[in-house]
């Protein structure tokens, strides 16, 4: 496992949900005093908080892979103490647990 490319791969993908911020300003925007455009922009709203939610989840999932790194247990499986399969850790660079403990 080369993790300079995981930490690559981990800090790319940090930076690309950098517009969580965005995301959120524009949820506490003073919404229209229309009816049928307030009604259209909460459906919108909705779903950017739906996604909002599940991007800041990954970017907390990527922030604690990234401290794994720099305290060099990265790879390890949080709950068992087994080596991540590099396949595992290829298709979920974030993950803290091997397939086993995953369940």
């Known amino acids: 496992m080369n993790v300079a490319e995981k930490k690559k791969v981990l800090t790319t993908r ?14 506490d925007e ?3 005093k229309d009816w049928e455009d307030r009604s259209s922009e909460r459906q919108g709203d909705k779903v950017l908080e739906s996604l909002g939610h599940m991007e800041l989840a990954e970017f907390r999932r990527i922030e604690a892979a990234l401290k794994r790194i720099e305290d ?32």
């Open 72 to 103: 060099g247990i990265y790879g390890e499986c949080q709950k068992c103490g087994a080596m991540i399969s590099d396949e595992r850790l290829l298709l979920l660079p974030d993950t803290p647990f091997c397939k086993n403990c995953a369940f």
């Open 30 to 32: 003073t919404p229209p």
């Open 14 to 27: 940090q930076a690309e949900l950098a517009h969580l911020i965005e995301t959120e300003h524009r949820l």
